[in-house]
């Protein structure tokens, strides 16, 4: 499922479900190329090759505002290095933190929400206020905005997640972003005049849909990587990235053979949507391995009803592991938070009897992986089967509704309001 991350990484997931999204990402043209675009695109490439760079074999294409991509110019053989860019052209943490604001932050010692994060946003939110930034090139080329991360959603566009616990994350993800930003502003006043909060966020959703997880002379850090940060999403992979230490570089490498003009991606990883919304921007419509397999996921909240006839002796069996409120999410899979919720739902409707089997030989709700007894099997299984209901019963749309939409016209490709629908269409 290709996806780009053009806006992010490069930001589309291109959709491996039958509509022609692959189709129009895999073109040599790419779609519609828009020429002006080229200037900026020039200059940077410039740049990073002044430095050291290597792309001999990659072109970059802009299809639409907010969605580019990286094409072949040539035959790539399997196991090919396609991308070089040497840590010269690498933002790090480390760099973040060597910034006065930054070094007021680990004085200060103030808890953040994301502090990898916060050190690479502050650095480019500082150095590209200066003409002469070593980085110009690449800070002009990346999204002025981000109308496609749900935390700068409009209220029509919000509306369409109706029923969604992902309106919870959208709010909680401003209000962290809000936090951090006052924190810091509150130790280092001059901030405020360095970056807006709206600057901040921006910064924030930008790192948080690029950077690039690495170890650098042993030393595990975060960094934005000019170039790579404009392949977008597809599974299964078809390259793999690391720092390499011999060559102080960061580098591609492709798994398999790529034609001329096809698009080349790169893989966010295996996620449930609400990720790939709430992080990169896009859903993704068919998203399953290539074994079926579907993270995507939907969070239930379990907990003990205080009118049970011995809830004083569940809830105290309940915390024993030191959470009270159980937030599970769940997919379709036999994994470890499905055993969990089973294990919830049990203890939720056991009787005293059979409360009293199960705690003989258990100390905490998880290590419950086997079913009490037939009876509180089909009352666990029922019970969760209310929860379902009244969580279906909350969205104002049918399954079947949504399935019309995607199929139909009224939703462009790409639009917030189909990533919306794919969203709530999965949860379902």
């Known amino acids: 499922h290709p996806v780009p991350r053009g806006v992010g990484r490069g930001h589309m997931a291109a959709a491996d479900d039958g509509n022609s999204d692959r189709e129009k990402f895999h073109r040599a043209d790419g779609g519609a190329y828009d020429p002006s675009y080229g200037d900026k695109i020039k200059i940077f490439e410039d740049w990073l090759v002044a430095h050291g760079s290597k792309f001999p074999k990659l072109t970059m294409q802009k299809y639409d505002d907010e969605v580019r991509g990286v094409h072949a110019s040539e035959e790539i053989a399997p196991e090919e290095i396609i991308v070089e860019v040497p840590l010269s052209c690498l933002i790090t943490v480390e760099m973040g933190k060597a910034t006065d ?44 905005t981000l109308s496609n991360m749900p935390i700068f959603w409009n209220s029509e566009e919000l509306a369409l997640l109706e029923g969604s616990y992902l309106l919870t994350q959208i709010e909680e993800r401003n209000i962290a972003i809000e936090t951090d930003y006052s924190a810091i502003c509150g130790i280092y006043p001059d901030f405020a005049n360095i970056s807006t909060l709206e600057e901040f966020k921006w910064a924030r959703m930008c790192v948080c849909s690029r950077n690039f997880g690495i170890t650098v002379d042993n030393i595990r850090t975060s960094a934005m990587v000019p170039y790579a940060d404009m392949l977008n999403h597809y599974r299964p992979r078809e390259t793999k990235w690391t720092f390499d230490q011999s060559l102080r570089s960061f580098t591609i490498t492709s798994i398999m053979h790529i034609s001329t003009g096809a698009q080349v991606y790169d893989s966010y990883g295996q996620k449930c949507n609400h990720r790939f919304l709430l992080n990169y921007g896009f859903s993704i419509e068919n998203n399953r391995e290539s074994d079926g397999f579907c993270p995507n996921e939907v969070p ?15 809830m105290k069996f309940w915390g024993m592991d030191g959470i009270r409120t159980k937030m599970v999410r769940v997919c379709v899979s036999d994994n470890d938070n499905f055993g969990f919720a089973l294990a919830c739902l049990r203890i939720m409707m056991a009787t005293p009897e059979e409360f009293s089997l199960v705690t ?44 019309q939409l995607l199929a139909g016209e009224t939703l462009k490709p790409f639009s917030n309001d189909r990533h ?4 709530i269409s999965g949860e379902k």
Not at 300 to 313: K, M, N, S, V
Not at 375 to 387: I, K, P
Request: net charge neutral.
């Open 101 to 144: 604001v930054g070094a007021a932050v680990l004085a200060a010692n103030i808890e953040l929400d994301a502090p990898k994060h916060v050190f690479l946003m502050l650095f480019m939110l500082v150095d590209r206020k200066r003409e002469d930034s070593h980085f110009k090139p690449y800070y002009d080329i990346l999204p002025e």
């Open 360 to 403: 003989k030989h258990k100390f905490s709700v998880r290590e419950i992986r086997y079913p009490i007894s037939l009876r509180n099997e089909r009352a666990a299984m029922a019970h969760w089967r209310s929860m379902i209901d009244a969580m279906l019963a909350a969205y104002p749309r049918t399954l079947a509704e949504d399935r």
């Open 420 to 423: 919306a629908i794919i969203q």
């Open 300 to 314: 239930f909240r379990f907990t003990l009803d205080p009118a049970d006839p011995i809830y004083e002796q569940k």
